[in-house]
């Protein structure tokens, strides 16, 4: 996949695998603080996150760019304050993550609303959980009102639908067809 040219108003998938599919989250307090890690380098005025799911060897972010630097702005900060304070606290050296992220532009309203619903079930799909709303670290919790979270920005999912309990069916229908991610996606 070749690195795509990120563009401010525009909408991507952004995500990364642990090195060799090792897990990227040891203890409790690794999966808080990548979120605060998010809160500090996805700024309102760099990036805002529409959804995101940490999963115990990835992580998926929805995002809305502010800005044209993106990879040098927010990315590459990100990554390597994250993996620095990781490796410190294990004791570990050498990357942990898979090289750098990648990033899918979001083409389409279609697009941007399954991928909502990739993001929300993975943790499902990976036999995790039975529910989405039963994994901590994401954001459905949010969406579906369970938690008061400040980090995602849901209006622009929750706007293409009725109510909230519309949502929640879109994102359990076993049903639906459009799932052209799967074959994009890193698990």
């Known amino acids: 996949m070749t690195k795509p040219a990120y563009v401010a108003g525009e909408f991507y998938h952004i995500f990364n695998r642990g090195v060799n599919r090792q897990e990227i989250f040891f203890e409790p307090r690794n999966w808080d603080f ?9 700024t309102p005025d760099r990036a805002e996150v529409i959804a995101y799911c940490l ?10 760019l502010k800005t044209n630097d993106f990879s040098q702005k927010v990315m590459q900060p990100f990554g390597t304050s994250y993996t620095k304070a990781i490796n410190k606290k294990q004791q570990r050296v050498g990357p942990l993550l898979q090289g750098n992220f990648k990033g899918i532009h979001v083409t389409s ?3 941007l609303l ?3 619903r990739y993001i929300h079930r993975n943790p499902v799909e990976a036999g995790l959980v039975k529910n989405p709303e039963d994994w901590e670290y994401s954001s459905y919790r949010d969406y579906i009102g369970l938690r008061k979270g400040t980090l995602p920005r849901m209006n622009v999912i929750l706007g293409e639908f009725y109510d909230v309990a519309e949502y929640v069916q879109f994102v359990m229908d076993e049903g639906v ?3 052209p991610i799967r074959d994009l996606i890193i698990e």
């Open 34 to 42: 990548f979120l605060k890690r998010l809160r500090k380098y996805f």
């Open 55 to 64: 999963m115990p060897n990835h992580y998926h972010l929805l995002v809305c």
């Open 109 to 111: 309203s279609n697009y």
């Open 114 to 116: 399954h991928l909502s």
């Open 177 to 179: 067809a459009y799932d």
